[in-house]
């Protein structure tokens, strides 16, 4: 077997440099373990990717949808066993285990090695091993990264095309001698032929029991086993933009980080910008793609899920969105929540585990108010509303372009990035956490987004709706000690002169009343929340009045207007109630213990503030 085996394949110009024949060189030697039939070096261009899909539509990998209803879209339907990322088969390999950290699953990089070693063996037996060159940000730009994915699900090429910048510019980059991080990707489903040379049949969505999701932050690898699914197989995402970069970044004075980037101008023409981290499924793609409901705001979109962030030239905090296009959760995504998330998704896209309606097109819980009376569900079902199981899988996705998105702002691909102005925390939570609040420091800052806690969503294995802390909305995400990751965000805050330092705020978008319902219509009423939040890190006049746990609006600041919300709700929101914060305050005692003395003596400071703050409120 050749490298340049399937005549289909784009051969890459001849290697000339010693950074090129590397490259072979990894690649023959990944081919030599995994012993695929063929090897396919993809170039990025449409004709790939349209070869690549009607592949999969003639393998039954995809359904094409009605093309008058939704254009060149497509439905996948995953095994019902590889439907989100799978945390606990997710590793962080450093050469020390409290490098990594409590938080995450450590094993010694050698051992693990030897382990993959041994699943990989054979494991692209039958398939086509792809090459694809990819870039993380704008291609060759000041804050962007290279890497390559080998992989045998044409799936993953695809959406590794949509959600990142793949190509033969990039492998030009790579070839000059550019970094790249290699990742290697199997689905771990060889097809085996029989004596007579006969091929078993695949099935329309490999994969296997056992998966490995590894990541080696210190030699900056990435080895995939066993999924298909999301952000366990298109390893630009959470395992090399977060994982492998978070490590990056902190070697380098950077920060890469669980956050969407918008850019909200007010009706005096100015422009802020805002990241902002929130634990997955917590609403990053909603408020990205925010249309204000207050007059004269807009809000553009930069970026959905992560935002890369270094002090510029100018000495201000830089963001690019490393990523190219949407991965979005489909279940709440509706005309009336997210009309631009709708816009975006006409065409183009590919919806994974969704369900099919009997004229072609996508639906899934929260599209329309009206629930259709027939489809077929996500597993390929017959279901109709008496069926008493989700028609879509909670958490079905759409793969889309960015700049598909009608609000996409057109410094979105600036590979400068954009200053931020305010950085902001949050996480779903029923109780205490108000509706926002500011930090008093930037240390104050890191504290709230070292105590994040949010209750937990479909989009990784786990009980949905327990309390879980989730740190900076890192926990599955963070490439090293998230301690440390805290003492680097304390470091990076250090050093920014004062005008240049973002403000930090915490939002809680999810406060249920006593009848359990949200107490805050959210989505596009956000706005109301962003206004201040923008108004207050641009320095302007907007009120504001201490709590224990930050400054919240003093009245009358938050635009409520046309709202009708009762005063009572707005109380209820801004609550502050010091004997279950004092009991909050003993859990995050117990949780910074978990990292012993790794925990900066700058966040038990703020905890002994925060208690002084309740005391206080309790006995004024
Ligand atoms: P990941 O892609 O997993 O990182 O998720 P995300 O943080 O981008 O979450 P997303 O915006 O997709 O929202 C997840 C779920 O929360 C969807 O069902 C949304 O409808 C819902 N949601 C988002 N914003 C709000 C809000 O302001 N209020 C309420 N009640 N629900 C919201
Ligand atoms: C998340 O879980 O935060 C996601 C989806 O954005 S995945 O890409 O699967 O990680
Ligand atoms: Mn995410």
């Known amino acids: 077997?050749?490298?340049?085996?399937?005549?289909?394949?784009?051969?890459?110009?001849?290697?000339?440099?010693?950074?090129?024949?590397?490259?072979?060189?990894?690649?023959?030697?990944?081919?030599?373990?995994?012993?695929?039939?063929?090897?396919v070096w993809c170039d990025g261009s449409a004709e790939e990717r349209e070869r690549l899909t009607a592949l999969m539509v003639e393998s039954g990998s995809l359904?094409?949808?009605?093309?008058?209803?939704?254009?060149?879209?497509?439905?996948?339907?995953?095994?019902p066993s590889d439907v989100a990322r799978v945390e606990a088969r997710t590793f962080i390999c450093s050469e020390r285990e409290i490098d990594a950290g409590p938080t995450n699953n450590w094993r010694e990089p050698a051992v693990m090695r030897a382990e993959l070693r041994g699943v990989f063996d054979g494991s692209m037996r039958g398939r086509t091993m792809y090459v694809v060159p990819f870039s993380m940000g704008p291609v060759?730009?000041?804050?962007?990264?290279?890497?390559?994915?080998?992989?045998?699900?044409?799936?993953?090429?695809v959406s590794m095309s949509i959600m990142t910048r793949t190509g033969s510019d990039v492998l030009a980059l790579i070839d000059a001698g550019a970094p790249f991080v290699p990742a290697v990707h199997s689905v771990g489903a060889p097809l085996s032929t029989d004596d007579a040379g006969v091929k078993t049949p695949d099935v329309p969505w490999p994969c296997n029991d056992l998966k490995y999701i590894v990541q080696l932050p210190e030699t900056r690898e990435i080895w995939s086993y066993g999924s298909g699914y999301g952000g366990n197989a298109l390893l630009g995402k959470k395992c090399y933009a977060l994982r492998i970069a978070s490590a990056m970044a902190r070697d380098e004075g950077w920060l890469a980080e669980h956050m969407l980037i918008i850019r909200a101008t007010s009706p005096q023409g100015r422009a802020y910008h805002l990241a902002a981290a929130f634990p997955?499924?917590?609403?990053?793609?909603?408020?990205?793609?925010?249309?204000?409901?207050?007059?004269?705001?807009?809000?553009?979109?930069?970026?959905?899920?992560?935002?890369?962030?270094?002090?510029?030239?100018?000495?201000?905090?830089?963001?690019?969105?490393?990523?190219?296009?949407?991965?979005?959760?489909?279940?709440?995504?509706?005309?009336?929540?997210?009309?631009?998330?709708?816009?975006?998704?006409?065409?183009?896209?590919?919806?994974?585990n969704v369900a099919l309606t009997d004229d072609g097109d996508v639906w899934w819980e929260g599209l329309t108010d009206e629930v259709p009376e027939h489809l077929t569900d996500w597993r390929g079902q017959d279901w109709t509303p008496a069926?008493?199981?989700?028609?879509?899988?909670?958490?079905?996705?759409?793969?889309?372009?960015a700049d598909q998105c009608p609000t996409i702002a057109d410094s979105w691909d600036d590979p400068a990035g954009v200053p931020i102005d305010a950085i902001v925390f949050g996480g779903r939570r029923a109780t205490n956490v108000p509706l926002v609040a500011q930090a008093y420091s930037w240390e104050h800052g890191v504290f709230m987004g070292a105590t994040i806690s949010s209750e937990q969503t479909a989009a990784a294995e786990g009980t949905v709706g327990e309390l879980r802390r989730d740190p900076f909305a890192m926990l599955p995400f963070c490439g090293y000690n998230m301690a440390d990751h805290w003492s680097h965000w304390l470091d990076v805050g250090?050093?920014?002169?004062?005008?240049?330092?973002?403000?930090?705020?915490?939002v809680n978008w999810f406060r249920k009343g006593e009848d359990g319902s949200y107490l805050w219509p959210g989505f596009g009423e956000n706005s109301r929340v962003v206004e201040w939040i923008v108004r207050r890190a641009g320095g302007e006049k907007v009120g504001a009045v201490p709590s224990p746990v930050g400054l919240v609006p003093a009245p009358g600041a938050l635009d409520l207007d046309g709202l009708d919300l009762p005063d009572d709700t707005v109380t209820a929101l801004?609550?502050?109630?010091?004997?279950?914060?004092?009991?909050?305050?003993?859990?995050?005692?117990?949780?910074f213990e978990r990292f012993g003395d790794r925990t900066p003596a700058a966040l038990t400071d703020q905890l002994d503030d925060l208690r002084a703050r309740l005391q206080v409120w309790l006995h004024p």
């Not at 359904?63 to 095994?79: C, G, K, W």
Request: net charge negative; charged share 20%.
């Open 1 to 39: 077997m050749s490298i340049l085996a399937d005549p289909t394949s784009t051969r890459p110009t001849t290697p000339a440099s010693d950074a090129a024949l590397a490259v072979r060189s990894w690649v023959t030697s990944i081919a030599d373990l995994t012993q695929p039939d063929a090897v």
């Open 63 to 79: 359904i094409a949808l009605d093309p008058e209803l939704r254009p060149n879209s497509y439905l996948a339907r995953s095994d």
């Open 140 to 157: 060759g730009g000041p804050i962007s990264q290279a890497g390559i994915q080998l992989t045998d699900s044409p799936y993953a090429v």
């Open 280 to 352: 997955s499924a917590c609403g990053k793609t909603n408020l990205a793609m925010l249309r204000p409901t207050i007059p004269g705001w807009t809000v553009e979109t930069i970026g959905d899920d992560i935002a890369w962030m270094r002090p510029g030239p100018d000495g201000r905090l830089r963001a690019i969105n490393p990523e190219a296009g949407f991965f979005g959760v489909a279940p709440g995504t509706g005309h009336r929540t997210n009309p631009t998330a709708i816009a975006t998704i006409a065409r183009d896209t590919i919806f994974t």
């Open 387 to 401: 069926s008493g199981t989700p028609a879509a899988h909670p958490n079905s996705r759409f793969t889309v372009a």
């Open 494 to 506: 250090a050093g920014l002169t004062p005008e240049n330092r973002p403000e930090i705020f915490q």
């Open 574 to 591: 801004f609550d502050v109630d010091p004997g279950s914060w004092l009991t909050e305050a003993d859990l995050t005692e117990a949780f």
